[in-house]
């Protein structure tokens, strides 16, 4: 009675512990070079579950500071869950449950003794949607070091404003009108007005869910090119749904299918030789 | 047999044109409903308007007699506050009709003057002490008869004698009688004489019983609002709280004035007929009101204002604050509007905490006895007196105008709150 209680135990470890990829068949393992070397985040045997539906199976992927990486792979492969776990956005979320280990400079962030308001200063998100505060533009940009404590007085956080407006290629055209609202700004000009209430913090890692998808071709052009900028001081992730997108502005791209990590590498690599079958059907635009 | 047989020759914009009428008629029906519906409605509310506004406005004047007041010195004696007043007024009368010598004749002759004109008399020696020993006009208040008289000249001239009919017609003559705004209405409580009696102590009551119960209310509904909404999660123990505040919503008023009969005032000895139980009892009765309607305002709020704070690292707390209630602010006071309106108008709760006593002060604090409007009219519909018919009808002319503004002051203050952008 006492032991078949004991030997129960380790069935039940093994249950809510997901072995290491490469051990359970049925679960593909990723191609290309997932694990770096040298990480600023990484995660390991990640699994994130919505109620009882699984969403992501055993993640493990490193991203490398000051460079772009793109998440890719069709709707519903977990690609924006998998990005919202990285600043634990999961958690407002209350079905959400995440286990494994995410690393941000070897300090696992999941762990809750981890400040998630201070998580959240050091990775900023940009969403989707451009989600401005129905505020004054120079507000958006000031709530962040003002909340944080980052700057006092007023000319600290006019000169915090400007630069995080210059940065975001945003002040020429609101500089003379900072007082007017967020909202009013053109679909463009508000997600860039959301990237720099980002970079107001200076967080390290930058999360950017879709940036471009509510945008027009011109306005997503310059938010391209200033992750390009960006990225020189932010390690950037950035979730799309347009390839060319990823092959414009990412140094590494991953490729996320039903849930499951299959292919990480270089972007030339994923785009040109693509090493999993998957990654080549979708990338070549046989589904999606 | 089945659609899919028809003859390929009918196009689809041949059969859609030929169900276009039918659908059109089913719309200018469906308008014609509407406007119907609209305009009945209308209809009754400007009757009902109309009903009030007949009946009360006479209401809003008041019979005055102009007499030469001799503010004798040895009747108002050396405190003026307990001086005879009475005796100054019938004075009055003596000396406008000096033929009137008999005992009988004189009775009626006072009885012109409403029991009010001493008071009406004292007020003004007391406001202005220079007054005694001057010999100066005065309007004062008549008789509710008298009044009736001048308002309804066929139905009231049945109540008067002929010998009092003559003296109007000679006061009238002389310019000495007159409809006049009605400020005893205004600056007075209740009264056993109709032309006396006024609003004022039944309005205080009211702002004193509202403000108790806004004060109460709307920081806990709120509050509870965004406890459960943004603070408590999902469990069963929000759920069953829930439930019960839907409950509580839906309970009769005057269950509410039995619990304060019982734990304000019996349990907690707090002084009966109070505007301060009053308030207790009715914020009983708004707050789920409240914490409904803004817990509807928080959920409104959309979740991408609540991430992009919480993505910059903003607190729980700050995000709901800077961000989350700013935004459903508008949407709660709509709905404190709404539970505060209601409360203005409940009369069941306050009959059962003895709010509906004859109270002729006008209330100066949270605990002095006191009336609210509802009950104001509610007793003055059941007094035999023929003045207070228009009585009434002004009471809820007053009432439903202070309903009018403070919702106005509402509407202004969301209007402020509500962002434009």
């Known amino acids: 009675m006492f032991l078949s209680f004991i030997s129960r135990q380790p069935v039940k470890n093994t249950t809510a512990k997901k072995p290491s990829p490469g051990t359970d068949p049925a679960r593909p393992a990723t191609a290309g070079e997932p694990l770096l070397e040298k990480s600023r985040l990484s995660c390991r045997h990640l699994d994130v579950f919505y109620g009882a539906k699984q969403a992501l199976h055993d993640i493990s992927i490193d991203f490398s500071g000051n460079q772009v990486t793109s998440l890719i792979g069709p709707s519903g492969c977990g690609k924006s869950t998998f990005l919202r776990c990285l600043n634990r956005m999961n958690e407002t979320i209350d079905i959400c449950r995440v286990s494994g280990e995410i690393k941000l400079d070897g300090e696992d962030i999941n762990r809750p003794e981890v400040d998630v308001v201070l998580l959240r200063a050091r990775v900023g998100m940009v969403f989707q949607k451009p989600n401005p505060f129905p505020k004054s533009i120079r507000e958006n940009v000031a709530y962040g070091p003002r909340i944080h404590g980052l700057a006092r007085h007023r000319d600290e956080i006019d000169m915090i404003v400007e630069t995080s407006l210059t940065r975001a290629g945003l002040w020429d055209e609101v500089k003379d009108r900072l007082d007017e609202p967020g909202t009013g700004l053109s679909g463009g000009q508000q997600q860039r007005l959301c990237i720099a209430r980002t970079i107001a913090v200076s967080p390290e890692v930058i999360l950017m869910d879709e940036p471009c998808s509510a945008l027009d071709p011109i306005a997503t052009a310059r938010i391209e090119d200033l992750i390009g900028e960006l990225k020189e001081n932010f390690t950037i992730i950035i979730v799309t749904h347009s390839m060319q997108q990823a092959s414009r502005v990412s140094q590494r791209t991953a490729f996320f299918h039903l849930g499951h990590l299959v292919e990480v590498g270089s972007t030339e690599a994923v785009f040109t030789t693509p090493r999993h079958h998957l990654t080549e059907e979708y990338i070549t635009g046989r589904f999606g | ?421």
Not at chain 2, 67 to 83: K, N
Not at chain 2, 96 to 113: D, G, H, M
């Open chain 2, 1 to 421: 047999m089945n659609q899919n047989s028809r003859p390929q020759t009918v196009s689809t914009a041949a059969i859609v044109a030929a169900g276009l009428r039918k659908r059109y008629r089913a719309e200018k029906r469906f308008r014609r409903l509407g406007i119907g519906a609209v305009i009945l409605s209308l209809g009754f509310l400007l009757l009902l308007f109309g009903n009030i506004l007949s009946q009360g406005l006479p209401a809003f004047r008041q019979t005055e007699i102009a007499l030469e007041i001799e503010f004798t010195p040895r009747l108002i004696t050396a405190d003026p506050a307990r001086g005879n007043y009475r005796a100054l007024a019938r004075q009055a009368l003596q000396r406008a009709f000096p033929k009137v010598r008999k005992r009988r004749a004189k009775k009626e002759l006072y009885r012109l003057l409403s029991n009010g004109a001493a008071f009406e008399l004292r007020r003004m020696v007391l406001a202005d002490p220079a007054l005694v020993g001057t010999d100066r006009r005065c309007w004062l208040p008549a008789d509710d008869l008298v009044d009736n008289f001048l308002k309804n000249p066929e139905s009231g001239k049945k109540r008067l004698s002929p010998r009092q009919l003559a003296w109007l017609s000679q006061l009238h003559n002389q310019g000495r009688l007159a409809l006049r705004f009605n400020r005893f209405f205004f600056t007075r409580g209740d009264s056993r004489d109709p032309e006396m009696a006024g609003i004022l102590g039944a309005l205080c009551g009211s702002i004193f019983t509202l403000l108790v119960t806004l004060a109460l209310s709307f920081p806990l509904g709120i509050a509870s609002a965004l406890y459960l909404e943004e603070f408590a999660g999902r469990n069963a123990f929000a759920d069953f709280l829930e439930v019960n505040i839907n409950n509580l919503a839906a309970v009769p008023s005057i269950i509410f004035g039995l619990l304060g009969l019982a734990v304000f005032i019996n349990l907690f000895g707090l002084p009966r007929s109070a505007p301060l139980v009053g308030g207790l009892a009715l914020s009983l009765m708004t707050m789920p009101t409240i914490i409904i309607a803004g817990r509807a305002a928080l959920k409104a709020v959309p979740p991408s204002i609540r991430e992009a704070a919480l993505g910059i690292g903003a607190s729980k707390v700050q995000t709901v604050f800077h961000h989350v209630l700013p935004l459903a602010l508008p949407g709660m006071l709509t709905g404190t509007i709404i539970g505060m309106a209601r409360a203005l108008g409940e009369t069941a709760p306050l009959l059962m905490i003895g709010m509906v006593a004859f109270i002729v002060d006008i209330p100066r604090s949270l605990s002095a006895p006191a009336t609210v409007l509802p009950v104001q009219i509610y007793l003055w519909a059941d007094s035999p007196e023929r003045a207070f018919v228009a009585k009434t009808s002004a009471a809820i002319i007053v009432l439903l105008a202070f309903l009018i503004l403070m919702n106005a002051g509402a509407v202004v203050l969301r209007k402020k709150f509500e962002r434009k952008w």
